[in-house]
């Protein structure tokens, strides 16, 4: 099983910006990292994913424009850049490995999921 290891997150300003990391122990043919993000007291949603066969990318909507996920192949690791930050983004940030080809927007099928990390914008 890969296991993931996130960092980066912390505090700030509305407006600001903030970038993640995501290391991963290994990883398939058809491999997909991921993004998701709980606030308190609604459900983990999706934020953003990259696939390592063809660098293909997915947004949710709410972060299209502001978030861009990137790749490093030869570190096994994933950033999301946060920009353009708002409350509305606070949340504890989650990196996960899944092994699928199904897009993550609509299915998720991974068990492998970081610790968290916490993102809070002030405003």
């Known amino acids: 099983q890969v296991h993931v290891v996130e960092s980066g997150g912390g505090l700030v300003q509305a407006g600001g910006s903030l970038r993640l990391s995501c290391t991963a122990s290994g990883r398939t043919i058809s491999s997909i990292m991921g993004w998701f993000r709980q606030a308190p007291g609604k459900e983990r949603q999706f934020v953003a994913a990259?696939?390592?066969?063809?660098?293909?990318?997915y947004y949710s909507d709410s972060v299209k424009g502001r978030f861009t996920i990137s790749g490093d192949n030869a570190k096994n690791t994933v950033y999301l850049q946060m920009d353009k930050l708002n409350s509305e983004d606070s949340a504890v940030y989650y990196c996960?490995?899944?092994?699928?080809?199904?897009?993550?927007?609509?299915?998720?099928?991974?068990?492998?999921w970081g610790q968290g990390t916490q993102v809070t914008v002030s405003s």
């Open positions: 990259i696939r390592w066969s063809g660098t293909i990318t």
């Open positions: 996960a490995h899944a092994s699928q080809w199904d897009d993550p927007r609509s299915r998720w099928d991974g068990s492998s």
